[in-house]
């Protein structure tokens, strides 16, 4: 049985891309929120993932009943049967999907205006944006999972599998459905960091620092979508590649009619 030390070493050697994304994560969250806000976060968000694995992996709820192969236990850190870094990339994709969303709801206006921040603020913590949010964070796992489930043809194994496989290159519905859930849950939680007297000290940075700081969470969602398309891709998974890519095609264009309207507010 490894050392945990060694255990933690070999999750970071054997996921690299995992610490790139989570790195992204607490820079982006940081800089615009607060390093309470970040780490406490970080914790919430991976208790929630992780009861949420748990749970489903003993009762199916709430992604349906599916099983982890215990192939990679000797290579990497696992937590009563759930692979660490599993749990925890939920914290960053999470934001990733809020970071979008809010991305695409905030509008445009001028950064040392304090009317424009006012805005945002109520922006960030809108039902609007939850609801968004955590769409986008499904739209995560819609490309994640199905290449992630045939983990076996690259580096990361087989390390999971589904009682029943389902209609979409293998994942059930009730993956989805459970995504959503705890999409909400963890988006929610998030939120609610921001509106707290006790988070909320923490937030007083430059307009034009924190504006910059929250465009790293689109870019940490654009890396995450890109970095498992390639994957798709160098696995000779073109059909799968081509349904991610289109899905994603409708994502940019909106995300690209937003930068167009945002250069129209632009002085100058």
């Given at each position: 049985m490894p050392e945990i030390p060694q255990l933690l070493l070999g999750t970071f050697l054997f996921r690299p891309y995992v610490f790139v994304f989570l790195g992204i994560y607490v820079l982006s969250c940081a800089t615009a929120y607060g390093l309470r806000t970040s780490?406490?976060?970080?914790?919430?968000?991976?208790?929630?993932?992780?009861a949420s694995e748990f749970s489903s992996i003993h009762n199916g709820f709430p992604y349906g009943h599916y099983y982890y192969i215990p192939t990679t236990t000797h290579r990497e850190l696992w937590i009563a049967g759930v692979p660490f870094m599993d749990s925890i990339s939920y914290v960053f994709m999470s934001y990733a999907g809020y970071g979008m969303a809010l991305f695409l709801r905030t509008p445009s206006g001028d950064v040392e205006n304090q009317e424009y921040w006012s805005c945002v603020r109520k922006v960030e913590t809108s039902w609007r944006t939850l609801v968004l949010g955590a769409v986008l964070f499904v739209f995560l796992d819609v490309i994640i999972d199905p290449v992630a489930f045939r983990g076996d043809r690259w580096f990361l194994g087989k390390i999971y599998g589904y009682r029943e496989e389902g209609f979409y290159f293998g994942i059930p519905l009730s993956n989805f459905l459970g995504w959503l859930f705890v999409g909400f849950a963890l988006i929610k939680t998030f939120q609610l960091l921001l509106g707290s007297d006790l988070f909320r000290a923490a937030r007083g940075l430059e307009?034009?620092?924190?504006?910059?700081?929250?465009?790293?969470?689109?870019v940490l969602y654009g890396l995450i979508v890109l970095g498992n398309l390639s994957v798709t891709f160098w696995i000779g998974e073109a059909m799968l590649g081509l349904a991610g890519s289109g899905m994603s095609a409708i994502l940019l264009f909106f995300v690209i009619?937003?930068?167009r309207r945002r250069k129209q507010h632009l002085p100058g």
């Open positions: 780490l406490s976060f970080l914790v919430l968000g991976y208790l929630i993932a992780f307009p034009g620092r924190a504006k910059w700081s929250r465009l790293l969470g689109p009619r937003k930068v």
